[in-house]
Protein backbone atom coordinates (compact mmCIF):
# COMPACT_ATOMS: atom_id res chain seq x y z
CA UNK A 1 0.00 0.00 0.00
CA UNK A 2 0.92 3.65 0.07
CA UNK A 3 1.48 5.97 2.80
CA UNK A 4 0.50 9.49 2.42
CA UNK A 5 1.15 13.01 4.37
CA UNK A 6 -0.15 16.55 3.32
CA UNK A 7 1.36 19.23 4.10
CA UNK A 8 0.60 22.94 3.60
CA UNK A 9 -2.61 23.57 4.67
CA UNK A 10 -3.51 27.05 7.08
CA UNK A 11 -5.60 30.26 7.71
CA UNK A 12 -5.68 32.15 5.07
CA UNK A 13 -7.98 35.39 3.97
CA UNK A 14 -11.10 35.37 1.64
CA UNK A 15 -9.24 35.57 -1.71
CA UNK A 16 -5.92 34.80 -1.02
CA UNK A 17 -3.98 31.35 -2.38
CA UNK A 18 -2.78 28.35 -0.38
CA UNK A 19 -0.77 25.51 -2.16
CA UNK A 20 -0.94 22.08 -0.92
CA UNK A 21 1.54 18.84 -0.86
CA UNK A 22 0.73 15.55 -0.50
CA UNK A 23 4.15 13.11 -0.04
CA UNK A 24 3.69 9.53 -1.42
CA UNK A 25 5.66 6.76 -0.10
CA UNK A 26 5.38 2.87 -0.18
CA UNK A 27 4.17 1.03 -3.68
CA UNK A 28 4.12 3.89 -5.32
CA UNK A 29 3.98 2.27 -8.70
CA UNK A 30 1.36 0.57 -8.24
CA UNK A 31 -0.97 3.84 -8.20
CA UNK A 32 -3.95 4.34 -10.60
CA UNK A 33 -5.39 7.98 -9.63
CA UNK A 34 -4.66 10.57 -6.84
CA UNK A 35 -6.80 13.27 -5.30
CA UNK A 36 -8.12 15.46 -3.24
CA UNK A 37 -10.75 15.44 -0.79
CA UNK A 38 -12.48 17.98 1.83
CA UNK A 39 -14.72 17.81 4.95
CA UNK A 40 -16.25 20.58 6.66
CA UNK A 41 -17.93 19.71 10.14
CA UNK A 42 -21.14 17.69 9.95
CA UNK A 43 -20.96 17.56 6.53
CA UNK A 44 -19.80 14.56 4.07
CA UNK A 45 -16.10 13.84 2.34
CA UNK A 46 -16.71 15.19 -0.84
CA UNK A 47 -13.93 14.96 -3.82
CA UNK A 48 -12.18 18.48 -4.61
CA UNK A 49 -9.92 17.12 -7.55
CA UNK A 50 -8.19 14.19 -9.06
CA UNK A 51 -5.91 13.34 -11.25
CA UNK A 52 -5.28 9.48 -13.41
CA UNK A 53 -2.30 8.22 -14.56
CA UNK A 54 -3.38 9.03 -17.77
CA UNK A 55 -3.58 12.53 -17.00
CA UNK A 56 -6.98 12.72 -16.65
CA UNK A 57 -8.43 15.76 -14.38
CA UNK A 58 -11.85 15.96 -12.62
CA UNK A 59 -12.56 18.92 -10.70
CA UNK A 60 -15.82 19.17 -8.16
CA UNK A 61 -18.29 22.47 -9.74
CA UNK A 62 -17.18 24.69 -7.34
CA UNK A 63 -13.45 24.75 -7.29
CA UNK A 64 -13.76 24.80 -11.51
CA UNK A 65 -11.15 27.71 -12.11
CA UNK A 66 -9.76 28.61 -8.35
CA UNK A 67 -7.93 24.95 -7.85
CA UNK A 68 -5.65 22.85 -9.86
CA UNK A 69 -4.38 20.03 -9.25
CA UNK A 70 -1.24 18.78 -10.52
CA UNK A 71 1.58 15.69 -9.66
CA UNK A 72 5.03 14.41 -10.50
CA UNK A 73 5.21 11.61 -12.94
CA UNK A 74 6.53 9.09 -10.14
CA UNK A 75 3.63 9.45 -7.57
CA UNK A 76 5.96 10.88 -5.46
CA UNK A 77 3.73 14.74 -5.15
CA UNK A 78 0.59 15.46 -5.76
CA UNK A 79 -0.27 19.00 -5.48
CA UNK A 80 -3.01 21.13 -5.39
CA UNK A 81 -3.26 25.16 -6.00
CA UNK A 82 -5.79 26.96 -4.31
CA UNK A 83 -6.41 30.65 -5.91
CA UNK A 84 -9.46 33.05 -5.05
CA UNK A 85 -10.25 31.25 -1.38
CA UNK A 86 -13.72 31.67 -0.39
CA UNK A 87 -14.84 30.87 4.12
CA UNK A 88 -16.58 28.10 2.21
CA UNK A 89 -13.43 26.31 1.49
CA UNK A 90 -13.03 25.54 4.59
CA UNK A 91 -12.40 22.11 6.07
CA UNK A 92 -10.14 19.41 6.61
CA UNK A 93 -8.71 18.65 3.07
CA UNK A 94 -7.43 14.82 2.21
CA UNK A 95 -4.93 13.45 -0.26
CA UNK A 96 -6.26 10.02 -1.22
CA UNK A 97 -4.78 7.35 -3.70
CA UNK A 98 -6.71 4.35 -5.41
CA UNK A 99 -4.80 1.51 -6.12
CA UNK A 100 -4.92 -2.31 -7.04
CA UNK A 101 -7.43 -3.94 -4.23
CA UNK A 102 -6.41 -6.88 -4.64
CA UNK A 103 -2.95 -6.41 -3.63
CA UNK A 104 -3.70 -3.84 -1.65
CA UNK A 105 -6.50 -5.32 0.61
CA UNK A 106 -8.15 -1.93 -0.23
CA UNK A 107 -8.28 0.09 -3.16
CA UNK A 108 -8.15 3.14 -1.01
CA UNK A 109 -5.56 4.69 1.03
CA UNK A 110 -5.82 8.34 2.75
CA UNK A 111 -3.65 10.92 4.51
CA UNK A 112 -4.70 12.28 8.41
CA UNK A 113 -5.60 15.50 6.30
CA UNK A 114 -4.74 19.56 6.63
CA UNK A 115 -7.07 22.26 8.03
CA UNK A 116 -7.47 24.97 5.38
CA UNK A 117 -9.52 28.03 6.96
CA UNK A 118 -10.78 30.99 5.02
CA UNK A 119 -11.51 33.87 7.34
CA UNK A 120 -10.83 37.30 7.56
Known amino acids: QVQLVESGGGLVQPGGSLILSCAAS????????MGWYRQAPGKERDLVASITERAIINYADSVKGRFTISRDNAWKSVYLQMNSLKPEDTAVYYC??????????????WGPGTQVTVSS
Open 26 to 33: GETWRIYS
Open 96 to 109: NAEGPATIWGSPYS
